[in-house]
């Protein structure tokens, strides 16, 4: 079994900045992708951003230049540095990992959501 602990996010006004951080723990063998996605209100669920476990970043376009992705293979956390945040980014926003263990191979395991509200 993998568990997603994720920590951050809250409130925050418009052009401020918040930090996520989630850490995989459990019994597994291998974690390749790891990112984040969010759903706000009656809107589907929508990639903000992931890294792949050499590190290479991929971002939706809605935040590219102001979101940024990293992660430590050692602590098995994935973070987002969200900057100049905006009313739009209010969302639930969840960690996501893909995760090869005993019973699957890169199965997605996700976290348990956290809520970001942007004031204006």
């Known amino acids: 079994q993998v568990q997603l602990v994720e920590s951050g996010g809250g409130l925050v006004q418009a052009g401020g900045s918040l930090r996520f951080s989630c850490a995989a723990s459990?019994?597994?063998?291998?974690?390749?992708?790891m990112g984040w996605y969010r759903q706000a209100p009656g809107k589907q669920r929508e990639l903000v951003a992931s890294v792949s476990r050499g590190g290479n970043p991929n971002y939706a376009d809605f935040v590219k230049g102001r979101f940024t992705i990293t992660r430590d293979n050692a602590k098995n956390t994935v973070y987002l540095q969200m900057n100049s945040l905006k009313p739009e980014d209010t969302a639930v926003y969840y960690c996501?990992?893909?995760?090869?263990?005993?019973?699957?191979?890169?199965?997605?395991?996700w976290g348990q959501g956290t809520q970001v509200t942007v004031s204006s």
């Open positions: 459990g019994s597994f063998t291998r974690i390749d992708a």
């Open positions: 996501n990992a893909q995760v090869t263990d005993s019973r699957c191979y890169e199965c997605d395991y």
